[in-house]
């Protein structure tokens, strides 16, 4: 066995050289992500439905003296996440990491949400984080190394209260099987799939919500143990640990990141 000091030791969190795509990094936490993932070096693609977005998010992202691209994209289509990674590969030669954090939520009570709703809420939600994976799958097997990082939810894990949405407690409890259904399917091929369940983090949906009712936002607030929402950047770290050889033997693991919300 080596000595410890003889280890060479590992640039843990160094992303340089590292080629990444995240969904839905226009703003919010899949924008705060990819400019953190961009400080540790890598190069960063956003694609996202809004390019105006995408673009500039791209653009802070280059300002970080590293490589980006700005794609316009649907997460549901399957032919744009084709599109999306052949444009990274092409331009890039790997697509080493993905970000699947395109996402959407709405307050509806269940016997009010229509059907449509319910569809198209797992349509970007569950079915955008497969279709992204799996044209993932394709270069990733190939290079024999892949890392895939999932934005799921603490609703995924707890019925939040007292909001109404079925639908996307579901989505997201959805989001966490195909996590750890990946993970271990896809193990053989070198593919690492972990998760990140954020609780209320203060994004422009979120803002809305707070906004629209805050005696809601009030209750919400006092059932966080740590008495406040998460700062987007409160993301950071964990994304970058995820991404990083610091969590290289870690697979299949739900990253709760909730101020305390589901130890309750
Ligand atoms: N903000 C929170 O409190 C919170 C908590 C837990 C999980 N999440 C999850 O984090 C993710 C990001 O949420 P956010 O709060 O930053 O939202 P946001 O609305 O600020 O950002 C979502 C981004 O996704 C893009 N997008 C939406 N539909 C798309 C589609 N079909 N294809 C491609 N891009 C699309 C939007 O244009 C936007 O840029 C979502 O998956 C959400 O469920 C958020």
């Not at 080629?19 to 993932?37: D, P």
């Not at 995924?156 to 993970?183: D, R």
């Not at 008495?227 to 991404?243: S, T």
Request: glycine share 8%; aromatic share 8%; hydrophobic share 45%.
């Amino acid at each position: 066995m080596m000595d410890a000091k003889e280890k060479p030791m590992k640039p843990l969190f160094n992303l340089k050289e590292k080629n990444v795509l995240v969904t839905g990094g226009g703003r919010g936490l899949g924008k705060t992500m990819a400019l953190a993932l961009a400080d540790f070096g890598a190069n960063v693609a956003i694609v996202d439905i809004n390019l105006d977005t995408a673009k500039a998010t791209a653009d802070e992202i280059a300002a970080k003296n590293v490589n980006s691209l700005a794609i316009m994209g649907d997460v549901t289509n399957e032919l744009d996440a084709t599109k999306a990674i052949t444009a990274v590969v092409d331009t890039w030669s790997t697509l080493d990491i993905l970000v699947n954090n395109a996402g959407i939520a709405t307050v509806e009570p269940a016997e009010d949400l229509s059907l449509e709703t319910f569809k198209n809420i797992y349509d970007i939600d569950v079915n955008g984080v497969f279709n992204f994976s799996k044209a993932a799958f394709s270069v990733m097997s190939k290079q024999k190394y892949g890392n895939i990082i999932n934005v799921a939810s603490m609703a995924g894990i707890s019925v939040l209260y007292p909001q109404e949405h079925v639908h996307y407690n579901s989505a997201k409890a959805a989001v966490i099987m195909i996590t750890k259904s990946l993970a271990v399917e896809w193990a053989p091929f070198g593919i690492r799939v972990n998760a990140l369940a954020p609780g209320y983090m203060v994004t422009p949906p979120v803002i809305k919500l707070k906004e629209e009712d805050p005696d809601r936002w009030e209750h919400w607030m006092s059932r966080v143990p740590m008495g406040r929402a998460g700062d987007p950047d409160e993301l950071q770290g964990a994304v970058v640990y995820l991404a990083s050889n610091a969590s290289s033997y870690m697979t299949g693991h739900i990253m709760v990141i909730d101020g305390g919300y589901i130890c309750r």
